[in-house]
């Protein structure tokens, strides 16, 4: 296989999976459906809930397949010049990315049936896959956007990169929609201060909860990637995310890249 999970020729073993479990009253709520896993994965999944039900009678598992990150081996090239690549994605880049283990080309209406991704996260992430630093994919259509279902995505055996080890960043999605309103936009300091102190909790808990899980992100990812799972709660303002951020940083859950100060990463 070009692309697989982790090590091991038996679908059983090819996995290793580590799990966060919080209760509800930690995560936002997150009207989104659960996309479709690869089948090692699943297997996994149900070995592990069979191990924590056994453990703790009378609990539910709801798995948020919108976070998460993977880490995939990947290999590019062919004959002699085959070198892998251990990818480190989201869990919808990872579902995306198993696919072409079984065929070299697909179309986002094929992708989109197989995965079962919303469809605006799909483009987002396809275009992540695509880009011209990291494209571990070949786009079919020109330019930045994605023309259509129709539109075509192709393994890209030419992918190369100085880097054994190698995070595909997400891309910002800058557009927004039409009929969102200069009051949702706008900061919090006109709300009870009640209010505004949950929300605080609440963005920064989200905040650390995506860091924790891709351990370095840029300002712009983490940003889009903490309005995107509050959109159902709320929508904070990127000024407001960004004073969570800070606050963040100065109570030393995250840290500032010493290189690029653009980029944060999770303090353990």
């Given at each position: 296989?070009?692309?697989?999970?982790?090590?091991?020729?038996?679908?059983?073993?090819?996995?290793?999976?580590?799990?966060?479990?919080?209760?509800?009253?930690?995560?936002?709520?997150?009207?989104?459906?659960?996309?479709?896993?690869?089948?090692?994965?699943?297997?996994?999944?149900?070995?592990?809930?069979?191990?924590?039900?056994?453990?703790?009678?009378?609990?539910?598992?709801?798995?948020?397949?919108?976070?998460?990150?993977?880490?995939?081996?990947?290999?590019?090239?062919?004959?002699?010049?085959?070198?892998?690549?251990?990818?480190?994605?989201?869990?919808?880049?990872?579902?995306?990315?198993?696919?072409?283990?079984?065929?070299?080309?697909?179309?986002?209406?094929e992708i989109a049936q197989e995965t079962n991704i919303p469809d605006a996260e799909l483009k987002r992430h396809l275009i992540s896959l695509s880009t011209a630093r990291f494209r571990v994919l070949r786009k079919g259509s020109k330019g930045k956007g994605i023309s259509g279902d129709d539109d075509t995505f192709t393994y890209?055996?030419?992918?190369?990169?100085?880097?054994?080890?190698?995070?595909?960043?997400?891309?910002?999605?800058?557009?927004?929609?039409?009929?969102?309103?200069?009051?949702?936009?706008?900061?919090?300091?006109?709300?009870?201060?009640?209010?505004?102190?949950?929300?605080?909790?609440?963005?920064?808990?989200?905040?650390?909860?995506?860091?924790?899980?891709?351990?370095?992100?840029?300002?712009?990812?983490?940003?889009?990637?903490?309005?995107?799972?509050?959109?159902?709660?709320?929508?904070?303002?990127?000024?407001?995310?960004?004073?969570?951020?800070?606050?963040?940083?100065?109570?030393?859950?995250?840290?500032?890249?010493?290189?690029?100060?653009?980029?944060?990463?999770?303090?353990?």
């Amino acid at each position: 296989k070009r692309i697989r999970t982790m090590n091991g020729q038996h679908v059983s073993n090819a996995v290793g999976m580590d799990v966060e479990i919080l209760t509800e009253g930690y995560w936002p709520k997150l009207n989104i459906p659960a996309c479709n896993l690869p089948e090692s994965i699943n297997i996994a999944i149900c070995d592990f809930r069979d191990f924590y039900l056994n453990k703790y009678n009378g609990r539910k598992l709801s798995w948020q397949t919108s976070t998460g990150s993977s880490e995939i081996k990947a290999n590019y090239g062919s004959g002699a010049k085959t070198k892998r690549y251990d990818l480190t994605v989201s869990t919808y880049q990872m579902c995306i990315l198993m696919l072409f283990n079984n065929k070299d080309t697909l179309t986002v209406k094929e992708i989109a049936q197989e995965t079962n991704i919303p469809d605006a996260e799909l483009k987002r992430h396809l275009i992540s896959l695509s880009t011209a630093r990291f494209r571990v994919l070949r786009k079919g259509s020109k330019g930045k956007g994605i023309s259509g279902d129709d539109d075509t995505f192709t393994y890209n055996p030419g992918f190369t990169n100085s880097k054994r080890k190698v995070r595909i960043p997400m891309v910002s999605l800058r557009a927004k929609a039409a009929s969102t309103t200069a009051a949702a936009r706008s900061d919090y300091s006109s709300l009870p201060p009640d209010v505004e102190e949950e929300r605080r909790h609440t963005v920064e808990a989200a905040a650390v909860r995506i860091m924790k899980a891709r351990k370095q992100l840029t300002h712009n990812d983490l940003i889009a990637e903490v309005t995107r799972q509050l959109s159902t709660r709320c929508k904070p303002s990127p000024q407001f995310i960004k004073r969570r951020i800070e606050g963040l940083i100065e109570r030393e859950y995250l840290e500032r890249d010493e290189d690029d100060h653009t980029v944060y990463k999770y303090v353990a």
